[in-house]
């Protein structure tokens, strides 16, 4: 199992990541605090790997509830990316804080995926691991 | 700093298993993209064009119906069409055909609706906004295609 420093290393990109998020509600010319909302499908993401994870342990090459678990992940994320596209199309937000909404979209989403890879593989993934 | 990579195990994580295991995956998460990126398509029209004057708020109807399409076609496995799955579930396999048939007919119902809703709604009538007629289609079409690939991007085969 990999160590402090991966876990370390994970922190600070979830940190940038969230940062990108907060300037681009709280900048002088932006102001406006509701790409705050994409919080909600960050929370939400992890949760349907989890779940398909703990139901069940088959690791043959077809799972359903795997693939249903992928398939709800990438909705979760493609709403993330879509809300604040919506927003800035309708004009509530500006399009310089879409951008920099998106940015941190994705290098968390990128965090999290590293959580995955970094401590979630293996065939003996259980919650004794926590 | 030495170490600080060190944890991050690039070598022998699941990219070294070859494609035949990976194609489920990636149908799922193309199937994802394109069923979601459908939805979020209408959710923009709604908010731009909010009058029933200008989009019509039945016309949701026609995305509503293609995701329970959606649902109905993906419920039942391909094992469970041709009877060779090890329970029979509810219906049987005959129940399974029907209720496949008739997932598809909605799909296919809802796609055509989506076209007609564009031109007989949006593109005849000579609407001063067609955006909305627009998104109906490409919502339509962009849920039918997830809805297929994630049938038909799976295998189900247990052994490769």
Same mark, same amino acid.
């Given at each position: ?130 | ?37 459908g939805?979020?398509?209408i ?8 009058? @029933?004057? @200008? ?7 026609c995305g509503?119906i293609a995701t ?11 094992? @469970? ?26 799909a296919?119902?809802s796609l055509i609706a989506s076209m007609?809703i564009l ?6 009538? @000579? ?9 109906v289609f490409f919502q339509n079409a962009f849920i039918f295609f ?15």
């Amino acid at each position: 199992m990999a160590g402090i420093k991966a876990l370390v290393g994970l922190s600070f990109s979830g940190a940038i990541g969230l940062t990108f998020l907060l300037l681009g509600c709280a900048l002088e010319q932006y102001g406006v605090y509701w790409p705050l909302f994409v919080l909600i499908f960050y929370v939400l993401s992890p949760i349907p790997t989890f779940i398909s994870r703990r139901l069940s342990d088959d690791d043959s090459s077809s799972n359903a509830c795997r693939e249903l678990a992928y398939f709800l992940t990438t909705g979760i994320v493609v709403s993330s990316f879509g809300l604040p596209i919506v927003l800035a199309r309708n004009n509530t937000i500006r399009w310089g804080a879409c951008g920099l909404v998106m940015t941190g979209n994705a290098v968390i989403f990128l965090t999290i995926l590293g959580f995955f890879v970094v401590f979630g593989g293996g065939d003996d993934f259980s919650w004794e691991q926590w | 700093m030495s170490g600080f990579l060190d944890g991050i195990r690039c070598g022998d994580c699941e990219c070294n298993v070859d494609w035949g295991e990976r194609r489920n995956t990636i149908a799922s998460i193309a199937a994802g993209v394109l069923f979601f990126t459908g939805w979020w398509i209408i959710i923009d029209a709604a908010v731009k064009y909010p009058d @029933q004057g @200008q989009f019509h708020h039945a016309y949701h109807t026609c995305g509503v119906i293609a995701t329970v399409a959606f649902l109905m076609i993906n419920a039942v496995s391909n094992g @469970q069409v041709r009877g060779d799955s090890y329970s029979e579930g509810c219906l049987g396999q005959t129940g399974a055909r029907v209720w496949l048939f008739i997932g598809f007919m909605l799909a296919f119902g809802s796609l055509i609706a989506s076209m007609w809703i564009l031109f007989g709604g949006f593109v005849v009538p @000579q609407k001063p906004a067609v955006y909305p007629g627009i998104a109906v289609f490409f919502q339509n079409a962009f849920i039918f295609f997830g809805g297929l690939v994630f049938k038909f991007g799976r295998t189900e085969d247990l052994w490769q």
